[in-house]
């Protein structure tokens, strides 16, 4: 059994470096690349003003953070649900930044960068040239985007996993037309193994005689061989 996790994270800016902090973090857990329903959900408070740009890209402002809990309260919670496993992300190294940024605030290890999956790679690898963000990717794979009127980590987490499958095969694996545990049939070769004995039909007597009856009845049949004949000569 494989496990790994999705993530997906919104933030006050676009840069930790320069003060930015997380606002929502979501997670969903798969098993065997398939979603399991477990899933780590947070809005935080994140201390600091949100520019009214940020916001309308998320449609999150600061009176709705007020009270909720700082990313110092989540953060056990969350390193718990991910695990050890690989994480999942679109734009990995965004999201990684950010979390690295709020860990090292906490005295706390940053991420393995080893365990970062980025689906915009993956997506770049396999549709070069072409626009590959999750929006887009979402539209190719006929994947349903009518609730995302706005960034929202959670829901992009579920449209990810969707996305996700679909650039590494996922929802093909464990495919078989043998149903688990049955014994596969014999295969049945009906190849010739040997040279054909020819098998004529021969009509009987009576067979014959009803053709024979059936014919007379028709005009100028072809099936005799005078009619046959006479034909050939006007066909030329």
């Known amino acids: 059994m494989t496990r790994c996790v999705l993530l997906d994270t919104e933030t006050t800016g676009l840069d930790p470096a320069a003060g930015d902090r997380i606002i929502e973090i ?59 496993g690989q994480l999942v992300a679109h734009n990995a190294a965004f999201d990684f930044a950010f979390l690295d940024a709020e860990l090292a605030r906490l005295g706390m290890p940053r991420l393995d960068p080893a365990r970062m999956v980025d689906t915009l790679a993956l997506a770049k690898a396999r549709f070069p040239g072409l626009p ?52 596969a049939l014999p295969l049945v070769s009906y190849a010739p193994t040997g040279p054909r004995t020819p098998r004529p039909i021969v009509p009987s007597a009576a067979a014959l005689a009803a053709h024979a009856a059936f014919v007379a009845r028709l005009k100028d049949p072809l099936w005799t061989l005078e009619a046959g004949q006479k034909r050939h000569l006007e066909l030329g």
């Open 26 to 84: 979501a997670a969903l857990e798969l098993v065997n690349d398939i979603p399991t329903g477990q899933r780590f959900h947070a809005l935080v408070d994140p201390e600091c003003d949100i520019p009214e740009e940020v916001v309308r890209v998320h449609g999150i402002t600061a009176m709705q953070l007020r009270g909720k809990p700082r990313f110092a309260e989540v953060a056990a919670e969350l390193l718990e649900f991910v695990g050890d």
């Open 132 to 183: 590959n963000s999750l929006d887009a990717l979402c539209r190719r794979f006929g994947i349903d985007l009518s609730e995302r009127t706005t960034h929202n980590a959670l829901l992009d987490c579920r449209l990810l996993a969707d996305v996700y499958m679909e650039l590494t095969g996922g929802r093909q694996r464990g495919l078989s037309l043998v149903a688990a545990g049955a014994a």
